[in-house]
């Protein structure tokens, strides 16, 4: 899985979100949980069908190296055929944690997927995300003003529009920064809801496929303030004993 350059927090999506993330659903699906990582943890792991296909959609999630944590995604795909048309779409909500004197710094989610058109059928991916911080001065929850959107791109083509017209076969990206440091955040809970679409649609003898292989999530932490004065002055006592 590799990064798409230029990501922003605000970045806009090449197509239009799925929608809201309360729209009515056809089945739901939790995880065990916690995830514990590296410095945080991962918890209330939920998956919805929001188009009434089958779960899973997403995946069970797997622990990766550090603060990363994995949906396989084994069965998160449309496919038309023949005249016809196929929306699959997918909400997954969880919630992270930071260990004791760590704030959560930045959320960065990397999807990835193929596509297959026959014919003169058309492909399209489109994701955005929900994010709610606890304040930590408030401590109250407050949803960020703005729905964050996952760029997507065909590969070999940066930053490239959906959706893509066939012929042809070629894999996708999506990405998305949550980026609560460089904003002036400070928080150590942090609650995300991601919508997810996939669409295909084929004309009379065509057939279209467009699947998603995998999403990963990645957390970064930075020390909170009195965590970083304490360290501080450790060293100052260190340097002070070797003088």
Partial sequence: MRSIHGLRLMAVAAAACLGSFGQARAASQAYPGPIVTADGTYDNIVETSITADPLPLFGAPVLGAGNVMTFPSPGFSASASDGSSDL?????AFTIDADPGLF????????????????????????ALTVRYLDNLTQQLVTLVDPIHTVVSPGGVPDGPFPVDGPGTGTWLGAA??????????TTHVIVALDNNLAASAPA??????????????????????SLALIAAGLLMVTGRRS
Avoid: R
């Avoid at 699959?88 to 997954?92: E, I, P």
């Avoid at 292989?213 to 957390?219: A, H, K, M, S």
């Fill in 205 to 226: 003898g065509g057939t279209a496929t467009i699947s998603k292989d995998e999403l990963t999530v990645n957390t970064t932490y930075i020390p909170e303030p009195a």
């Fill in 104 to 127: 959560i710094n930045t959320v960065s989610i990397f999807e990835s997927g193929a596509y297959d058109i026959v014919g003169a059928g058309s492909v399209s991916a489109t994701g």
């Fill in 177 to 186: 920064l949550i980026d609560l440091g460089g904003l002036g955040i400070q």
């Fill in 88 to 92: 699959t779409g997918g909400a997954l």
